[in-house]
């Protein structure tokens, strides 16, 4: 069973649509979840973490964790072409453990 | 400016031939990875350090070494390097643990021919 795991894409979103990014992970005991986004031939950036069951919002970025389910999901309101990138879903079990991402999902806006 | 700067940025070279890829960060960061990205398998920890001589593998660690001498710099090191090492590679940091969030390096782009 893969770690950490999410649907490649490519995800297709008309402009200013709601995106809806999955993850799921398969350690329990995990503790810390991040999103990352990464554009074409650059590294990653961070979006949002997320630690806590429930919803997390930044501008138009929410964060959502459900543990007893084992997901966490980014939701992108008003999506925009800038948005247009592959996202990256990372967890960690302990404070002083690895890091494992998911593969990510490619998101497309269309203008 | 806070960074995370690695060098070389691309870098062809031959089997066998030792390498090592630099990674320094000017953030006092405690914790600090290295990851290669490669197409269908996305972004795999190599190594991690806690902090100064605390060192431990990641998923992939084979064929890798690193040294954490002191505490900015996070050098990767290629003993012998094989043609199934060409990838993206990218140093990161964090503050304190790996509960915090990556700081990620511009990435160095390696060949082994």
């Known amino acids: 069973q893969k770690e950490v795991e999410q649907n490649s894409g490519p995800l297709s979103v008309p402009e200013g649509a709601i995106a809806s990014l999955n993850c799921t992970y398969s350690?329990?005991?995990?503790?810390?979840f991040f999103w990352y986004r990464q554009y074409s031939g650059k590294s990653p950036e961070l979006i949002m973490f997320?630690?806590?069951?429930g919803d997390k919002e930044d501008g138009r970025f929410t964060a959502q964790l459900n543990k007893a389910s084992q997901y966490v999901s980014l939701l992108i309101r008003d999506s925009q072409p800038s948005d247009s990138a592959t996202y990256l879903c990372?967890?960690?079990?302990?404070?002083?453990?690895?890091?494992?991402f998911g593969k990510g999902t490619r998101l497309h806006i269309l203008p | 400016e806070a960074q995370v700067t690695q060098n070389p940025r691309y870098l062809i070279t031959v089997t066998g031939k030792k390498l090592t890829v630099t990674c320094s960060q000017n953030?006092?960061?405690?914790?600090m990875s290295w990851y290669r990205q490669d197409p269908g398998l996305g972004l795999r920890q190599i190594y991690y350090?806690?902090?100064?001589?605390?060192?431990d593998k990641g998923d992939v660690p084979e064929g890798y070494k690193v040294s954490r001498k002191e505490k900015r710099n996070f050098p990767l090191i290629l003993e012998s390097p094989s043609p199934n090492q060409t990838s993206l590679y990218f140093c990161?940091?964090?503050?304190?643990?790996?509960?915090?969030?990556?700081?990620f390096g511009d990435g160095t782009r390696l060949s082994i021919l």
């Open positions: 997320i630690y806590s069951n």
């Open positions: 350690d329990r005991g995990s503790q810390s």
């Open positions: 350090s806690m902090n100064v001589e605390v060192t």
């Open positions: 990161a940091s964090s503050f304190g643990t790996a509960d915090q969030p990556q700081h």
């Open positions: 990372a967890v960690t079990k302990n404070r002083d453990d690895k890091i494992i």
């Open positions: 953030m006092n960061h405690e914790y």
